[in-house]
Antibody, heavy 118, light 110 residues
Framework: EVQLVESGGGLVQPGGSLRLSCSASGFTFSYYSMHWVRQAPGKGLEYVAGISPDADRRLYADSVKGRFSISRDNLNSIQYLQMSSLRPDDTAVYYC???????????WGQGILVTVSS | HSALTQPASVSGSPGQSITISCIGTSSDVGLYHSVSWYRQHPGKVPQLILYDVTQRPSGISNRFSGSKSGSTASLTISGLQAEDEADYSCCALAFDGTYIFGTGTKVTVL
């Protein structure tokens, strides 16, 4: 059974940093692209970032480019999202998602809340 | 990238069919066959219900169907049921390899 478990969320002040982790199991992690998708309270889904299986390609939404960095550890089946210069509009539930073949997201984690507030 | 445009809400009576549109551009919806749809019940995690425009994952009812014409994709729910009441979002692969989600549609079963 595929499982994606996010951790590392919480409350952070504007301008601060936070690192999210996503532990994956139930599939061969190193074979698949992985992504982060977020949802602000009461709002729609927003693509954040993605990383190819061997990490040679990393993609970012314009809204986070230059502030967020995605990475992965294929040995331990973990992906990360390093977030810096956080702003109140980064407040959202962040989902770790699996991409079976550069087309869609077939599995989603339970999500982790990040709150940016003073 | 701007979010794909969906109607904010769509409603229908049990047994009816409803269609949700998803309007993009030639750089996303109109570019590839990579349009997917997600259903999200209140407080729950989004769930994939259609991929590659028309394909249903295992376990998804055949009451859900999809289509695409140019830069507009559509999701049709046939035989509307109370359990279909949820938020629905489209998503498309964009020209630069990122993804763009739609604005989301709240489906209400009257």
């Amino acid at each position: 059974e595929v499982q994606l478990v996010e951790s590392g969320g919480g409350l952070v002040q504007p301008g601060g940093s936070l690192r999210l982790s996503c532990s994956a199991s139930g599939f061969t992690f190193s074979y698949y692209s992985m992504h982060w998708v977020r949802q602000a309270p009461g709002k729609g889904l927003e693509y954040v970032a993605g990383i190819s299986p061997d990490a040679d390609r990393r993609l970012y939404a314009d809204s986070v480019k230059g502030r967020f960095s995605i990475s992965r550890d294929n040995l331990n089946s973990i992906q990360y999202l390093q977030m810096s210069s956080l702003r109140p509009d980064d407040t959202a539930v962040y989902y770790c998602v699996k991409d079976p073949r550069i087309s869609y997201f077939d599995y989603w984690g339970q999500g982790i809340l990040v709150t940016v507030s003073s | 990238h701007s979010a794909l445009t969906q109607p904010a809400s769509v409603s229908g009576s049990p047994g009816q069919s409803i269609t949700i549109s998803c309007i993009g551009t030639s750089s996303d919806v109109g570019l590839y066959h990579s349009v997917s749809w997600y259903r999200q019940h209140p407080g729950k995690v989004p769930q994939l219900i259609l991929y590659d425009v028309t394909q249903r994952p295992s376990g998804i009812s055949n009451r859900f169907s999809g289509s695409k014409s140019g830069s507009t994709a559509s999701l049709t729910i046939s035989g509307l049921q109370a359990e279909d009441e949820a938020d629905y979002s489209c998503c498309a692969l964009a020209f630069d390899g990122t993804y763009i989600f739609g604005t989301g549609t709240k489906v209400t079963v009257l």
